[in-house]
């Protein structure tokens, strides 16, 4: 499955953002779908994982509360909705794609078969 994020961009401290993702190629509800994100010196790490029905979701502690991951499968998309954005939130953001043979489980990122460009979230002060 080939994956195209979106949405990111500058936004002051406490604003939101929508960042959103479309994958083509496969059949997009065979796959759990997630979003990384890297900041500049840092590892990748996860922020969100949703379901391949969007019966389940998982957040990173730093995200939840703020974050809301969700898809559309008629639309082959999955978004992240971003509230109360932090500077800390600065990163690039990955969607990333894991087959649902892989189960619900250890959302590590090698485990995600398929990622997307990145799109840059720029969180300012």
């Known amino acids: 499955v080939q994956l195209q994020a979106s949405g990111g961009g500058l936004v002051q401290a406490g604003g939101s953002l929508r960042l959103s993702c479309a994958a083509s190629?496969?059949?997009?509800?065979?796959?759990?779908m997630g979003w990384f994100r890297q900041a500049p010196g840092k590892d990748r790490e996860l922020v969100a994982v949703i379901r391949w029905d969007g019966g389940n979701t998982y957040y990173a502690t730093s995200v939840k509360g703020r974050f809301a991951i969700s898809r559309d499968n008629a639309k082959n998309t999955v978004y992240l909705q971003m509230n109360s954005l932090k500077p800390e939130d600065t990163a690039v953001y990955y969607c990333a794609a894991r087959s649902i043979s892989s189960g619900w489980k250890a959302f590590s990122s090698v485990s995600f078969e398929n990622w997307g460009q990145g799109t840059l979230v720029t969180v300012s002060s």
């Open positions: 190629g496969r059949t997009f509800s065979n796959y759990n």
